[in-house]
């Protein structure tokens, strides 16, 4: 199942699986592994990459998925949008972490907007935790309008509309 070089999954994959898809459901590609990660970051300068570092925790990441989805809604998004999934893309999180948010300490979720292999804007999970996605879509969208210039949504409207928010606890979900 495992490479015995990488690190397992935390939680049960099953139960996360709809974590997963909200954010696979607007666009975003998961970096499962370190070197799918080296090649996004390495091959898209001049690009902008919108970066969600997923999470189980319900206190926040139940706000930061419907808020990255809902500021792929606007009409200026950046030109890549990616995730990796703390506690689960374990190796492939902990290379972002060592290569392109290293300027950060480790926060899960958290988003940031990448280009040319640097940081622009930063997200952490503190400046998420107890705020609406609304609020942190607003955020989001000044930030797309003030440095991306791809033409959104990432999705047609009928489709954003069907999608279903995750709203498990962490604490409920069971470890792998």
């Keep these: ?12 994959p099953e139960a996360v699986q709809p974590m997963r898809d909200e954010l696979t ?8 592994t370190p070197e799918k990660a080296k090649e996004v970051f390495s091959g898209n300068q001049d690009k902008t990459i ?9 206190c926040a990441a139940g706000s930061a ?5 809902l500021a792929l ?3 200026v998004i950046p030109d890549k949008f990616v995730t ?30 990448i280009k040319n292999g640097k940081v622009i804007y930063f997200l952490p999970r503190h400046r998420i935790e107890g705020r609406y996605a609304e609020e ?3 955020e989001l969208t000044k930030v797309f309008e003030q440095h991306c210039s791809n033409n959104g949504p990432s999705i047609p409207k009928e489709k954003y509309d069907k999608l279903v928010n995750a709203k ?4 409920k979900i069971p470890l792998a």
């Design 73 to 75: 809604q606007h009409s």
């Design 65 to 69: 998925r419907p808020a990255a989805t």
């Design 50 to 58: 919108f970066l969600v570092i997923n999470s189980v925790c319900g």
């Design 136 to 138: 942190i879509a607003e």
């Design 1 to 12: 199942m495992f490479n015995i070089n990488q690190k397992p999954p935390i939680y049960d």
């Design 168 to 171: 498990s606890c962490g604490s």
């Design 84 to 113: 990796a999934f703390a506690g689960q893309d374990r190796d492939a999180v902990d290379f972002i972490r060592e290569n392109i948010l290293d300027d950060y300490p480790p926060s899960s979720p958290s988003m940031a907007l």
């Design 25 to 32: 459901y607007v666009g975003f590609e998961e970096l499962l």
